[in-house]
């Protein structure tokens, strides 16, 4: 396997407007970042992966862009931008961007002029269809975001499509003209020091020929098969790495909703020149199958978890590579996901943990993940600012007559907010995040829950994962290292061991809050074992019982 610096990084996921406000007005900026990139350093990550900081509206924070080369005001100036970057390569810390370009605000020049007539230049910047002749709208696509997929503009008497809300309209990869702005684009930030981009709703830039209507799904959106994951979007990626990647040593990861094995096996092939990892969604998705994520089960069943987590592991060994995470901006806090947020909250914290830094791939710090933040249940709609969360709302609670507590249930548990409660430094007010009134309300658990205290606590989550990140860099197997399961039958724990010339690691997982026997798998033996990192005091592989939320690596004789 060929080696390479972002298979062996640790990423770290900020999104700014959460992460640390320095002037007071209760939003993160980008001298609140400056302010923490000691901190940074200090937990021993590589990479930081910038949620978007460019000019927007925000109707979807920061995921609607109305000037690609330009900083958000609320964020700072673009001197404040060449100062991050300029101190963060000091440390030694690479800048990831985020690449938005599946879709532009409605705000962006090339929109406020492709809507203002059919023969503007810009007209095919973007995916424009007339109403069916009984006027009804092009094709029955829904949104991400609740609603159809079209919006009609009374000035040219067209639909635009937009697959999430309705000021983030769906640029025109068809066109040339519009990919070779992008690539100007790109260019513009590559040459003032960026070392990547993280490509935003990649899997979304190619629609099948002729927009046909997709099957319905209880869950929506409505026509995937048709917009997500194209043939033709693999055309787009190769001529994107042709014109502009392969000119820069950098790290390219997208986010590819919907994504199979095999398409992931197109994307990250090392000999097809498009990117170096996706994010697949298969395991975070798990129990939204029949339904939409707001009336998914409560708990997701272990065995299918383990069962995608392993696919993932052995399909692209060899042939491309993973990106490890259960956490972003979109997600919500993992250890209240899959862990436990109370009881076990450490222990569960650091065991999801040791998952994701021990299999093969890249891993993905979301912002506070390191500490063990957990989902906030805001008490009712009106605390919420995601434009996800309220548009569903709206479609099924004010529209659709659904129960308002099975909702509020569902967005406790899923929704994106969770994940965007301020940052928590200390116990200060606002958990230091801000002197002012937060955008997002602060999550009341600060006052235990925060990297001050933390940092002093040695058998604290943050300091588990500094101590994962720094082994890590220590031990080739970890990253290169092939992927075998045992017993993947097994309802409570997941057993693996990773292998790479000679060095063995083997890995036991307690995925729940009983304590449960592990018999060791023929040809692991105990004796000679050395302790490679463990969530509870005195471990010991032939102990047989594990402990509630149980982890141990070991390095095998
Ligand atoms: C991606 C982003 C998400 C955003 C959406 C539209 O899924 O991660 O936050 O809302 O794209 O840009
Ligand atoms: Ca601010």
């Known amino acids: 396997m060929k080696k390479a610096w972002w298979k062996e990084a640790v990423v770290y996921q900020i999104y700014p407007r959460s992460f640390m406000d320095s002037n007071g007005d209760g939003i993160g900026d980008i001298p609140g970042i400056i302010s923490k990139l000691d901190y940074l350093k200090d937990l021993g990550v590589d990479v930081v992966w910038l949620s978007p900081v460019y000019k927007s509206p925000n109707k979807d924070n920061g995921y609607d862009i109305s000037d690609y080369c330009g900083i958000m005001d609320e964020f700072g100036t673009f001197a404040d931008w060449e100062e991050l970057v300029r101190q963060m390569h000091a440390r030694g810390l690479k800048l990831v961007m985020d690449l938005v370009v599946n879709h532009s605000s409605d705000q962006h020049k090339w929109f406020v002029e492709a809507r203002k007539s059919k023969d503007n230049p810009y007209r095919d910047y973007y995916i424009w269809r007339d109403p069916k002749p009984d006027g009804s709208l092009p094709n029955n696509w829904t949104s991400h975001f609740s609603g159809p997929a079209w919006t009609f503009d009374e000035t040219t008497g067209q639909y635009y499509l937009h697959l999430f809300c309705k000021e983030q309209p769906d640029l025109n990869w068809e066109n040339a003209a519009m990919r070779h702005d992008i690539y100007d684009m790109l260019r513009f930030w590559l040459d003032r020091g960026v070392d990547g981009f993280r490509m935003d709703v990649l899997q979304g830039y190619a629609k099948a020929p002729g927009l046909p209507d997709g099957a319905p799904v209880p869950g929506g959106p409505i026509g995937q098969e048709y917009f997500a994951n194209q043939p033709r979007i693999h055309d787009y990626v190769q001529e994107m790495t042709r014109e502009v990647f392969s000119k820069y040593d950098i790290m390219t990861v997208g986010e590819t909703g919907g994504v199979k094995l095999e398409d992931a096996r197109l994307y990250t092939g090392e000999d097809r020149g498009e990117v170096n990892m996706v994010f697949q969604f298969e395991h975070v998705d798990l129990g939204d199958e029949h339904s939409p994520k707001w009336f998914s089960p ?260």
């Open 298 to 557: 409560e708990r997701v069943d272990i065995p299918a978890l383990k069962k995608i987590l392993s696919k993932w592991q052995t399909g692209l060994d060899g042939c491309g590579w993973n990106s490890l995470y259960f956490s972003n901006h979109d997600q919500p806090r993992q250890v209240s996901r899959f862990g436990d947020d109370g009881r076990y909250r450490v222990e569960s914290a650091k065991m999801l943990a040791t998952l994701l830094h021990t299999q093969q791939g890249t891993p993905y710090i979301y912002q506070g993940e390191e500490l063990g933040m957990t989902n906030m249940a805001f008490p009712d709609i009106s605390c919420y600012q995601d434009v996800q969360i309220l548009n569903a709302w709206q479609e099924f609670v004010v529209e659709g007559g659904a129960d308002p507590a099975r909702m509020m249930r569902g967005i406790h548990l899923r929704g994106r907010d969770n994940a965007r409660t301020p940052m928590q430094w200390s116990d200060q007010a606002n958990a230091g995040f801000t002197s002012g009134k937060p955008w997002l309300g602060v999550n009341p658990n600060y006052k235990t829950i925060n990297a001050e205290a933390e940092a002093k606590d040695p058998d604290s989550v943050l300091s588990y994962y500094k101590l994962l990140i720094a082994k890590r860099k220590k031990t080739p197997v970890v990253v290169y290292g092939s992927f075998r399961e045992y017993e993947p039958e097994n309802p409570y724990l997941y057993l693996y061991e990773r292998e790479y010339e000679g060095q063995r690691l083997f890995v036991v997982l307690n995925m729940t809050g009983e304590e449960r026997p592990l018999t060791l798998p023929e040809g692991v033996s105990a004796a000679g074992a050395e302790c490679y990192i463990a969530n509870y005091p005195d471990p010991a592989l032939d102990r047989y019982t594990l402990r509630p939320y149980e982890a141990m690596a070991y390095l095998l004789q």
